[in-house]
């Protein structure tokens, strides 16, 4: 049984950081491109970053380009977000989401599935 397991969000300022992680379980994590996806509240749910197996490509959402790096260890089978100068805009439930087997990150919009998330709020 797949299992993944978000943690690391927090209450941040404006212009702090924060890593997020992501822990999981239960399948070949190393086949999979895996990513982050956020719902902030009363929106819907989007794509955030994605990153391909062996960590080859990535790709981000357009808000947080230059301030989001995602990286994988697949020692670890785990998935991590740095998240940094956040936003008062950033503010959300983050998730840690898989792709579609043998889809790559072309796209940030179609997932298989995703955890329970965790909370990231930035204060102004």
């Known amino acids: 049984q797949v299992e993944v397991v978000e943690s690391g969000g927090g209450s941040v300022q404006t212009g702090g950081s924060l890593r997020l992680s992501c822990t999981t379980s239960?399948?070949?994590?190393?086949?999979?491109?895996m990513g982050w996806l956020r719902q902030a509240p009363g929106k819907e749910l989007e794509g955030v970053s994605c990153i391909t197996p062996g960590a080859l490509n990535t790709n981000y959402a357009d808000p947080v380009k230059g301030r989001f790096t995602i990286s994988r260890d697949g020692d670890k089978n785990s998935l991590y977000l740095q998240m940094n100068t956040l936003k008062p805009e950033d503010t959300a439930r983050y998730y840690c989401?898989?792709?579609?087997?043998?889809?790559?990150?072309?796209?940030?919009?179609?997932?298989?599935?995703w955890g329970r998330g965790t909370q990231v709020t930035v204060s102004s």
């Open positions: 239960g399948w070949n994590f190393d086949a999979y491109s």
């Open positions: 989401a898989v792709k579609p087997l043998g889809q790559a990150c072309g796209n940030l919009v179609e997932w298989r599935s």
